[in-house]
């Protein structure tokens, strides 16, 4: 009976850490216009995704800033722009000011899929951002790089690269 306790406990601690994996990374900086927020999720199915972002400035639950399956607030609404790219969900806020700090919230929701609806919250207050850097490739995907500094010295004696 502990035995299958134990088990069981287990099977159910893994299935939470996948299922919080969802939503990978959640970053925001200043572009020269204004916010940019990067939602990086792990994507397991190849169905539709809806998204939601949110910004609350106190306890409550905020307000809908940008959303596919919601109704962004009227002030928000010509201020957003969403972008998707390889599992990457970008949000450009423009004319971010001070007024515009508070906790955001980025909610994700693969149609017909077993789980939930994932989020992740970032605080953002103006003067504590960095400027956004270009897309780097470094960022973006590194094992190309590893697998050129590790294959150097094979192409270094073969006499393809001098240094």
Same mark, same amino acid.
């Given at each position: 009976?502990?035995?299958?306790?134990?088990?069981?406990?287990?099977?159910?601690?893994?299935?939470?850490?996948?299922?919080?994996?969802?939503?990978?990374?959640?970053?925001?900086?200043?572009?020269?216009?204004?916010?940019?927020?990067?939602?990086?999720?792990?994507?397991?199915?190849?169905?539709?995704?809806?998204?939601?972002?949110?910004?609350?400035?106190?306890?409550?639950?905020?307000?809908?800033?940008?959303?596919?399956?919601?109704?962004?607030? @009227?002030?928000?609404?010509?201020?957003?722009?969403? %972008?998707?790219?390889?599992? !990457? $969900?970008? #949000?450009? *806020?423009?004319?971010?000011?001070?007024?515009?700090?508070?906790?955001?919230?980025?909610?994700?929701?693969?149609?017909?899929?077993?789980?939930?609806?994932?989020?992740?919250?970032?605080?953002?207050?103006?003067?504590?951002?960095?400027?956004? @850097?270009?897309?780097?490739?470094?960022?973006?995907? %590194?094992?190309?790089?590893? !697998? $050129?500094? #590790?294959? *150097?010295?094979?192409?270094?004696?073969?006499?393809?690269?001098?240094?």
């Amino acid at each position: 009976m502990l035995r299958s306790a134990i088990s069981l406990a287990l099977l159910l601690a893994v299935l939470q850490v996948s299922h919080c994996q969802r939503i990978k990374r959640l970053t925001a900086c200043l572009t020269d216009q204004g916010l940019r927020i990067d939602c990086a999720y792990e994507r397991k199915t190849s169905n539709s995704l809806n998204y939601e972002f949110r910004l609350s400035k106190d306890a409550g639950e905020g307000t809908v800033i940008a959303s596919n399956f919601k109704v962004p607030s @009227a002030p928000y609404k010509p201020r957003t722009n969403i %972008t998707t790219n390889n599992n !990457l $969900l970008c #949000l450009y *806020l423009s004319g971010f000011t001070t007024s515009d700090e508070g906790v955001y919230t980025c909610k994700l929701k693969i149609n017909n899929d077993y789980e939930d609806l994932q989020s992740k919250n970032i605080s953002v207050v103006k003067a504590h951002l960095a400027k956004c @850097a270009g897309i780097s490739l470094f960022v973006q995907n %590194t094992s190309w790089l590893l !697998l $050129l500094l #590790l294959s *150097l010295p094979l192409l270094q004696a073969m006499d393809f690269v001098s240094l």
